[in-house]
């Protein structure tokens, strides 16, 4: 319980530091997203209606104390304020439009490279010198090597373009309203099916690798040994003691990973024009969408820490030396 305690106000005490730099970073520059939005479109206003629109995006009078108090308030709340970009939606408005692409595409794509990549990686390290532990590992590192948009690119034009067998972009076909679960359900998966599958060739390597280089060294100590020499089954042995000990690097890497699905795989729904955080990400970047940006970092950071110290319960439960 002491474990769970420390690690918990570590993380309190991240999220805190995160809130705290995303209120003052953008109160450091020059000028404020009011005078941002007001030049963007060329138009003028006068004092009075300026400072509403300071207020709206979180400006309020006062010290820099009662203006962080009241942005503290604000984001327990989850009222991140206003876009300018997509004005006048609010930030947690727009950020849901594509949290749950995201979450689709990224989660499935990282819960399917994590699984097959993990059990590739215990069968080819017990299976050493053998077909799948010769030939897999070159192959997945070779995919691996090259970036995410240059694979989502080849699967594109392979499987959308030439075959024709999957959508080209987007993530579902807008001509589909009221049509029934099923219909709608096929259809999303088909539009997911070309990013998911750049996103797994591109990571599958690094996790099977990963989990090979772990089983290894478990395999090589006393415990495994002792094991076999009882007369313990081979598959019991793989899985009950060599895999369960060897998967708590990948289990503590799987907790970054996680965090950063919330961001979205960039340069892959750009790619695809997948209505995900990633693609949102760029458009604010372009927009200069300041209150958007400190929303996505936000939730970005918020994921990462949630992640992580979820991973570290699930850590301590499977390892009992991590519980001192």
Not at 168 to 190: F, I, K, M, N
Request: hydrophobic content about 55%; some cysteine; charged content about 10%.
């Amino acid at each position: 319980m002491n474990a769970v305690l420390r690690r918990l106000g570590f993380y309190l005490v991240s999220a805190w530091a995160s809130v705290t730099l995303n209120f003052a970073i953008p109160r450091l520059m020059p000028g404020d997203p009011a005078a941002a939005l007001v030049a963007r479109f060329n138009g003028e206003m006068s004092p009075e209606a300026l400072r509403g629109l300071r207020r709206a995006f979180g400006f309020v009078p006062g010290s820099t104390l009662t203006q962080y108090a009241s942005y503290v308030k604000h984001v327990a709340r989850g009222d991140l304020g206003l876009s300018i970009a997509y004005f006048p939606a609010r930030v947690s408005d727009v950020i849901g439009t594509g949290l749950g692409w995201s979450l689709g595409l990224g989660g499935c794509a990282l819960l399917i490279s994590f699984t097959l990549g993990t059990v590739l990686g215990v069968v080819a390290a017990w299976r050493r010198g053998g077909r799948l532990d010769s030939l897999l590992p070159p192959v997945l590192s070779f995919l691996g090597a090259f970036p995410y948009f240059w694979l989502a690119m080849l699967v594109l034009y392979l499987f959308g373009f030439t075959l024709r067998w999957f959508p080209l972009q987007h993530a579902r076909t807008p001509d589909l309203e009221g049509s029934s679960a099923l219909t709608l359900v096929v259809d999303v998966v088909r539009h997911a099916a070309l990013p998911a599958t750049a996103v797994v060739l591109a990571t599958l390597g690094g996790w099977m690798l990963s989990m090979r280089g772990s089983m290894l060294a478990v395999l090589g100590t006393h415990a495994i040994k002792l094991a076999t020499a009882k007369g313990l089954r081979p598959r019991r042995i793989m899985w009950a003691y060599a895999a369960r000990n060897a998967l708590l690097p990948s289990v503590t890497s799987l907790g970054m990973a996680l965090g950063f699905v919330v961001s979205g795989s960039l340069l892959t729904e750009i790619v695809f024009s997948y209505p995900g955080l990633g693609y949102l990400l760029v458009q604010a970047v372009r927009n200069q969408d300041y209150p958007l940006l400190q929303g996505l970092f936000l939730m970005i950071t918020f994921s990462v820490l949630a992640a992580n110290f979820l991973v570290d319960l699930l850590v301590i439960w499977l390892d009992p030396r991590a519980r001192a």
